[in-house]
């Protein structure tokens, strides 16, 4: 390598996808050159992402300061232990759903359903999408963060919406409103951290913030905690989440429950950690954490959608990361970054297999689906295998992530903590009990008994909706003029024709593996987990990072 | 050890290829592996007995404390004997159990061979958290082995049953299992060595684990689960709910007895729930009809009675509780055999239709007789042998008062004669009921059972024959165990006769008292019937399941209504609440000045009075101008801050926002749907209020805070030296934040490929529409062609004025646009602004000519040019790297072109352009999605109202009306 | 531009109250519009927010001064590092309009109007709720797993 400079690697997780894109975009009449593209961009992604876990975990955190101005005025590019983890996560999950929705574009390429994943906007808006995704873990600097995941929102709002039918409208309108809003707040506390620092570099903010007033940092922290709040999808700013999710394309889901909400956890990990290492919210975001499990657990409990199910999870999950965090001990962030790692991963495998179920089902609803265990056994082993990991049921990686902040919540040993720990456990067994119910009804339960369940649902349904509708306009909650799509969506039709289609290889592979990663962290759990307290060690001492950003002369 | 686990592993995999190639064959081999585990212990049973006890370390997650540790106690020991023998039995019975054609063979084999091996490693391991792995292990393999046969629903409930029950109970164990690893250590020999102190929270862990234990088995009440679980094969039910996975739960109490027998509560739940369970399994055992279930509830009993004992914590007790272990798990696999031979054979395990077997099916009928037997502890069977010793714990404890009062051993000694005699009763019932000739009854028809068939339990069977007449060889073994408990003599060898004593007596009262029972089984049953169900742990789980279920519809009904404004009021409220609240009450108010310039209030005020009347107006495009009032007020606020860049963007953002909303509403009615003072106004414009305010006091709040100079301090200085422009701003943009501008420029062309998506939903982008002379209806051609597209307007929209304008500006506007490009890095412009008046050009092109005006003023597309200028944007940041410098890097290169002379180019200005062209694009990709897109789709639609009446044609051939030809 | 005096990189920061109080006024009648049903209002209330952050990072500038060239001084310069930031911000907020008047246009395509309407499975189990209904994955069975066993066992695989 010689004088080669390792930082000089940062910017690539972000210009490769962007160059893979530029080129997408250019050669958008083939698809062929557009899948090659992609395919190698992402897989330098990969490589790149890989060998800056070995560097940072070898020599530290890796900086480099673009356009070579001196510190601290232009942006900095920061990958210390945990930015070089997420990236490195983040590049295999978004490379092996790149290759399931290849896959899914093969399959359908003389079929219907093409129509409504158009590739030649998918790919340059994916590749967008994941450059995003890799400028948040890898931003030095406050505005350029906002940056990054405005690039990721707006390829968001792209991919959410695709293919324009009316579900996806009206579930990325409330996906996109959201998150405007959410950048709105993130820019309010930008500007709030800016009028109090005169800096937006968030090494010389973890300087500048230790000065300031007490109050005024409190109101800095609450200001970045909410807008991250919002994006990672904490009680009670997460109901967008259920309701824009589950209508998008298998990979876009796939990607976005894997991953988005992680980028706000790790913002919000990253700003905790650096710029308020004394946090004062510990039980505030104890009692966030609580919340965001058990309502998010008890909103799968209640629904009757794969999809829904899956999302509600996901936003209940979400409080696991915020226990850990909230708890402000190295354990703790250890923990929260093992179980952002195994997250990521579980989530994205289970939504992928989510969308090889409807393809073989026709419908993710747990009314239409049946025999899916004797239709596809290695989709049903991937479920089940998937299922429980997420369940947190050993040796799997959820119960080693989860055992991390069981450990380090009662280590902490306050009532409080204790109490969330209660909680954590209730959310493991509600989650447990939400996917068997999954796996009972759709796998175990013959196909004929889930048609017979759905005629009869299908008349209730029917009547019911009436009922309500006219019930809720007598009763005047619901002003006239208001929609409510209230049209037998889900469940309540009969799929006409549910003949099971053979899963195409390439989408069965690239769920195959993104199982096979998740359990193969049960494998190096022991080499993982210790990089994760040292990720934690480095965060919770701040100085490894400040001192490889700043050069002694300009920390002030 | 782990060598033994890995091999299960190893056998698990490969099980499924096996019993496809194989078929039932696939079971003998399989078989192999528990008996290899098996005869490993009998190979290191005389290291266990003097205490060389085998131990193994392997790292796995150390910075958790969980690691493969195994140490082979005596304990495991024996336990480990009864898992892998019957496993190995049970595996070759099945060879005869299921048929060569069933399906489901790949799947058994896998789940059962791995359940084997965790069981086996369950009992290994010195690991606590390795225990909570491979006991959870055993909840979810023996789920899948419940729902077996998934096909009917009560089947899959019964599954699910057993799972959320013994998870439960697993999971209270895990936090009982952390909360001692956090404050002592993981590893079990070294909590045994080292006993925490029984503080409050030793307590509740120890009691969180005996939850665990209790549940996993089968304990009131927890006990339903097991009885439901017999849906699954009766090979499994032999193995999992006879000798193996029921006693995971008796080997913990029985692991904890040496050290927390002490504990509070720990006697109250061990011994007390244990001999409720006794007696409660043994009662509705003798309401049973089907056979198997009838085991099953003896089963329960009998795991009550054990973990009684286990949890007494005397060295006697100790010795009976692995007697007890090792005589039910071998006479209950026995009888559970047994039923899976008598149902195959007779098609049915209702006793009230079996008749007549025992004779006809001697192979079965006899060892059945000695398992039951041996459960009744009839001498000289094992099972007397352990009851006897439990007995004479129970009463050397009411003897000795230790380690609790003796009024509570007495009561002990009761309730154990009560639950034998029960016990008695229903086996007396259930060897009558599966063998006996009854009256009235004919003889059921038989298929006779294949002799290898048999084979398992008359093996079995024998060996609880076996098991008693060796009694007395059996002590040394075990007694290793007994002596680690701190309470109590040393306990007697386990013999068939130890005199005439008082458990002796007590047995034979309780045998006595079983037969009588079994005699007047009608007049009792009639009494069983009268008595109301005393614990029905079903009803009450299902109770529990649905209190969640309907606590989860009633908070997801609250908490997730489904209504986008709500969701941002909440986030609003968060916002108000916390930050908002802590800029109140935590924060200082800082000196404020009026203004910098009296213009600004003059400004401001308007801008506010705009906004106040957006909120009014019930026009969509009076709103949208009056927006667009404030936003050139912001522009002018720029100009009076001092910041030109900001202001001349500002206003061509507005003006581009400006003709981008009057073409996308265009079809849009014109007022908006409803009033603006609608109901819901009141709490809407309050919520606007208090974040407005809250904004406010955050940004003086923060404003207050200040104590030092900005870091652009330096940029005046350093933006000339180094970055080679005199436009701070500029140079701020294309160089010193280049990395941010590149990161905005990669959501413009994110923007414009998502609204060309949602416009053409199909594509990304339609073909060119070119116009040509000849290819379009021209019924205005008279009027001159100023603009080419032009023609194609309908006369009405037609301005000549408008054309001959647009003819003439549009080149002013691309010279204009360049030039902005070109010297924004020394005045104001830059790339943004550049392309904004590119686009705008456009705009006016489209706005005066149509659809195919646009396509003649920029006749290609939008995706490659927006890709273009990705391409050149990121190329700019990557070509540094070439010379040897950092990404993003700039130089300036002076060099002569003729006819400029001297060129001092900044490299920073390639990145511009790129911005530039990409501006461009996204102008490009807005105006033909919200202009040409909809104008199109009107077009589509007029056509369509046209042929109404004709044959429905696609409008398809609208789409490709204006193609090249 | 009277104001020549005092330098935009101050070390303590005066706020412009004027500014402060145009920054509360769009921001709380955006804020109020943007809880409106149709998406145009939404999308006119989040202009209105972003034009009030806009004047916001005006605010945390300092004191206003001259245009930030190299050539003025210094002293009297306005602060160029907050006016970068809101030129990304404007940009940005161009394509959220771009896209949000897209999406509008489409969902006006679909439903005939451009208010947003309720989640219809959230509907459903408001439905659930109102009843006092269970989920419809909910096992309604009231059966005992044991009693029934014998029916079970007919349907058991058996070699």
């Known amino acids: 390598m010689g004088d080669f400079a390792v930082p000089n690697l940062l910017p690539l997780p972000v210009l490769l996808p962007l160059l893979g894109a530029a080129l997408a975009l250019a050669f958008r009449r083939s698809d062929r050159l557009q899948r090659i593209v992609s395919i190698a961009a992402l897989a330098g992604v990969v490589v790149v992402a890989a060998v800056l876990v070995w560097q940072t975990d070898a020599s530290g955190p890796q900086v480099l300061w673009l356009g070579a101005w001196q510190e601290p005025l232009g942006i900095s590019l920061v990958a210390d232990r945990l930015s070089a983890l997420m990236l490195l996560v983040s590049s295999v999950v978004t490379l092996l759903v790149l290759l399931f929705a290849i896959g899914q574009g093969h399959a359908d390429s003389d079929d219907e359903v093409a129509r409504e994943t158009p590739l030649s906007i998918f790919h340059p808006t994916y590749l967008v999408l994941t450059a995003g995704v890799a400028n948040a873990f890898l931003a030095g600097d406050l505005f350029n963060l906002f940056v990054g995941f405005e690039i990721l929102l707006f390829s968001s709002y792209v991919l959410i919406t695709l293919g324009g039918s009316a579900s996806r409208i009206h579930a990325g309108t409330t996906y996109v409103v959201v998150s405007l809003l959410s950048s709105a707040l993130f820019l309010i506390g930008i500007a709030a951290t800016y009028a109090a620092t005169g800096t937006v570099n968030l090494a010389q903010l973890a300087i500048r913030i230790g000065g300031l007033d007490s109050g005024v940092a409190l109101v800095l922290q609450l200001c970045l905690l909410t807008a991250f709040a919002i994006k990672a999808a904490v009680f009670p700013m997460s109901a967008w989440l259920p309701d824009s999710y589950p209508t998008a394309p298998a990979p876009v889901t796939a990607v976005f429950a894997g991953l988005l909400t992680k980028v706000g956890v790790y913002a919000i990990i990253r700003t905790q950690t650096l710029l308020f290492p004394e946090s004062p919210l510990t039980d505030l975001l104890l009692w966030a954490a609580l919340l965001t499990m058990v309502i998010g657990i008890l909103g799968a409990v209640s629904q009757s959608g794969l999809k829904r199910i899956l999302s509600f999870t996901l936003v209940s999950h979400i409080g696991y990361m915020i226990f850990g965090i909230a708890l402000s001990t190295q354990a703790g962030t250890a923990g929260a970054i093992f179980y952002v790692v195994h997250h990521i991963i579980i989530q994205t495998s289970l939504f992928l297999i989510t969308g090889l179920v409807e393809r073989i089902g026709g419908s993710t609803s747990l009314h239409r689906l049946g025999g899916l265990a004797m239709a596809s056994p290695l989709l049903a082993t991937l479920f089940f295998v998937s299922a429980m990991n997420l369940s947190g049921v050993p040796p799997f990686s959820g119960f080693l992530a989860k055992i991390g902040l069981v450990d380090a919540g009662i280590a902490v040993g306050t009532p409080l903590a204790w109490v969330v720990v209660a909680g954590g456990i209730v959310t493991s067994l509600l989650t447990l009990y939400a996917l068997s119910k999954v796996w009972s009804q759709a796998f175990w339960r013959p196909l004929a008994e889930a048609r017979q369940v759905a005629e009869l649902a299908a008349e209730e349904a029917a009547d019911e909706a009436e009922q309500f509708e006219q019930a809720e306009l007598d009763a005047g909650r619901r002003p006239r003029g208001t929609t409510t799509i209230t049209a037998a969506p889900t469940g309540v039709a009969l799929a006409v024709d549910t003949s099971p289609r053979a899963l195409p290889r390439m989408m069965l592979g690239a769920t195959a593996a993104m199982t096979a990663v998740g359990l193969s962290i049960t494998l190096v759990a022991g080499p993982l987990h210790a990089f994760t307290e040292r990720a934690a060690a480095d965060l919770r001492q701040r100085d490894p990072y400040v001192t490889s950003v700043l050069p002694e002369q300009v920390r002030r | ?965 | 531009m009277t104001t020549l005096a005092p330098t935009g990189f101050e070390s303590t920061l005066t706020p412009n109250i004027t500014l402060v109080l145009v920054v509360v006024g769009l921001v709380a009648v955006g804020t109020a519009l943007a809880l409106d049903r149709s998406l145009v209002r939404v999308l006119l209330g989040m202009v209105l927010i972003g034009n009030g952050v806009a004047v916001l990072y005006l605010v945390v500038s300092g004191r206003a001064g001259r245009a930030p060239f190299v050539g003025e001084d210094p002293a009297a310069m306005s602060d160029p590092l907050p006016q970068a930031m809101v030129l990304t911000a404007i940009v940005i907020s161009l394509a959220t309009i771009g896209f949000l008047l897209a999406l509008s246009y489409r969902l006006w395509q679909i439903s005939g109007t451009d208010d947003v309407p309720d989640d219809a499975e959230d509907a459903r189990i408001q439905r659930l709720a109102r009843d006092d209904e269970t989920s419809e994955t909910y096992d309604r069975s009231e059966e005992s797993t044991t009693t029934s066993d014998e029916r079970a066992e007919a349907g058991e695989s058996r070699g």
């Not at chain 2, 790339?831 to 149509?850: E, H, K, N, Q, T």
Request: proline share 6%; net charge neutral.
């Open chain 2, 1 to 965: 050890m782990a060598q033994l686990l890995l091999l299960h592993l190893i056998a698990a995999a490969l099980a499924p290829w096996l019993a496809k190639t194989l078929r039932t064959k696939a079971f003998p081999l399989l078989a192999l592996v528990p008996a290899t585990a098996f005869a490993w212990l009998l190979v290191v049973a005389t290291d266990v007995r003097d205490g060389n006890l085998p131990t193994q370390r392997i790292p796995w997650v150390p910075g958790l404390g969980l690691d493969l540790d195994f140490r082979l106690t005596t304990l495991s020991w024996v336990v480990a004997l009864l898992v892998t023998g019957v496993g190995a039995l049970v595996l070759l019975y099945c060879t005869w159990y299921f048929r060569d054609d069933d399906p489901t063979l790949w799947r058994f084999t896998s789940v059962f061979t791995a359940f084997a091996g965790a069981m086996l490693g369950l009992v290994l391991t010195d690991n606590f958290l390795m225990l909570y792995v491979f006991w959870e292990l055993t909840t979810v393999l023996s789920y899948l082995l419940i729902g077996h046969n998934p096909g009917s629903s009560t089947n899959r409930r019964a599954a699910m049953q057993a799972l959320l029950v013994t998870t439960f109970g697993g999971l209270a164990m895990l936090v009982g299992i952390i909360a001692i690893g956090v404050h002592h250590t993981y590893s079990i020999s070294a909590l045994l060595a080292d006993p925490p102190p029984l503080d409050a929270v030793t307590v509740a862990a120890v009691v969180l684990l005996l939850v665990g234990a209790l549940s996993k088995s089968a304990l009131v009440p927890f006990h339903f689960w097991l009885p439901g679980a017999m849906a699954a094969p009766t090979p499994v039910s032999a193995y999992l709910h006879a000798a193996a996975m029921v006693k995971a739960g008796i080997y913990l109490v029985a692991l904890l007895a040496p050290v927390f027998a002490g504990a509070p509560a720990w006697h109250a739940l061990t011994l007390g729930l244990g001999l409720l369970t006794m007696i409660v399994g043994g009662w509705r055992a003798l309401r049973q009809h089907d056979i198997k279930l009838l085991l099953a509830y003896g089963t329960v009993s009998q795991l009550g009675f054990i973990v009684a004992i286990a949890g007494l914590g005397t060295k006697t007790a100790a010795l009976a509780a692995l007697a007890l272990v090792l005589a039910h798990g071998l006479f209950k696999s026995t009888l559970f055999l047994v039923v899976g031979v008598v149902d195959h054979a007779a098609g049915t395990r209702d006793l009230r239709r079996l008749s007549g077997l025992g004779r006809r099916m001697l192979p079965v009928s006899v060892p059945a007789a000695f398992a039951g037997l041996s459960m009744a502890g009839v001498i000289p069977m094992a099972g007397f042998v352990s009851k006897e010793s439990a007995l004479e714990s129970l009463w050397e404890e009411a003897q000795e008062a230790a380690p609790f009062p003796s009024i509570y051993g007495y009561l002990a000694l009761a309730a154990v004669v009560v639950g034998s005699a029960l016990t008695v009763a229903y086996t007396c019932r259930f060897l009558w009921g599966a063998f006996a000739t009854k009256p009235g009854v004919p003889p059921t028809p038989i298929t006779v059972p294949h002799p290898g068939f048999v084979l398992s339990p008359l093996l079995l069977g024998v060996g609880c024959l076996a098991l008693g007449l060796l009694a007395p060889f059996e002590s040394p073994w075990l007694m290793p165990y007994a002596v680690t408990l701190p309470t109590g003599a040393s306990p007697e060898p386990l013999a068939l006769w130890h005199g005439v004593t008082v458990p002796l007596l007590l047995s034979l009262v309780s045998l006595g008292v079983g037969v009588a029972l079994f005699a007047q089984r009608e007049a009792f049953a009639r009494a069983q019937a009268r008595v109301p169900a005393l614990v029905d742990g079903e009803r009450g789980f299902a109770r529990t399941l649905r209190a969640v279920d309907r606590g989860a519809v009633e908070t997801t009904a609250v908490t997730q209504r489904g209504s986008l404004p709500i969701y941002l009021a909440s986030i609003l409220l968060v916002f108000v609440a916390l930050p908002g609240m802590a800029a109140v009450t935590q924060g200082r108010l800082p000196e404020v000045r009026l203004w910098d310039n009296p213009a600004q209030a003059v400004v401001g005020a308007l801008m506010i009075a705009a906004a106040v009347l957006v909120l009014v107006t019930r026009r969509r495009l009076t709103a949208v101008m009056l927006v667009g009032a404030t936003g050139y007020g912001v522009a002018m606020l720029f100009v009076l801050h001092g910041a030109p860049d900001l202001a001349i963007t500002q206003m061509l953002v507005e003006t581009v926002s400006l003709v981008v909303f009057v073409l996308a509403l265009r079809r849009m009615p014109t007022k908006f749907t409803r009033h603006p003072d609608s109901p819901s106004r009141t709490w809407r414009l309050g919520l606007g209020a208090a974040v407005g305010a809250a904004v406010g006091v955050i940004a003086l709040v923060a404003s207050g805070g200040r104590t030092t100079t900005p870091v652009s301090v330096d940029f005046p200085t350093e933006a000339y030296t180094f970055g080679h422009g005199k436009n701070i701003v500029n140079v701020t943009l294309v160089d010193i934040r280049a990395w941010d501008t590149l990161g905005e420029v990669s959501v413009l062309v994110a923007a414009a490929t998502g609204i060309a998506s949602l416009i053409f939903v199909r594509t990304r982008n339609t073909r060119l529409s070119r116009a040509t002379a000849k290819a379009l209806p021209s019924s205005n051609a008279a009027r001159g062609t100023w603009l080419l597209g032009g023609r194609t307007m309908r006369k009405e929209k037609r301005s000549v004025i408008f054309e001959v304008v647009t003819r003439l500006v549009f080149h002013i506007m691309l010279a204009a646009s360049l030039y902005l490009l070109f010297a924004g890095h020394n005045q104001p412009g830059g790339g943004f602004a550049g392309g904004l008046v590119a686009g705008l050009a456009l705009v006016v092109r489209y706005l005066a000519g149509g659809r195919y005006e646009l396509d003649e003023a920029a006749p290609f597309d939008a995706g490659l040019l927006v890709g273009l200028g990705l391409l050149v944007a990121v190329g700019s940041a990557l070509a540094p790297l070439a010379f040897g410098g950092t990404i993003l890097e700039t130089t300036a290169v002076d060099f002569t072109l003729w006819p400029w002379g001297e060129v001092h180019l900044v490299t920073s200005l390639v990145f511009d352009i790129g911005v530039y062209l990409i501006v461009v694009g996204m102008m490009l990709d807005i105006v033909r999605s919200l202009g040409t897109g909809i104008d199109r789709q009107i077009a589509e639609e007029q056509e369509q109202d046209e042929q109404q009446q004709e044959t429905e044609d696609e409008p398809e051939e609208l789409q490709t009306e204006g193609a090249r030809p």
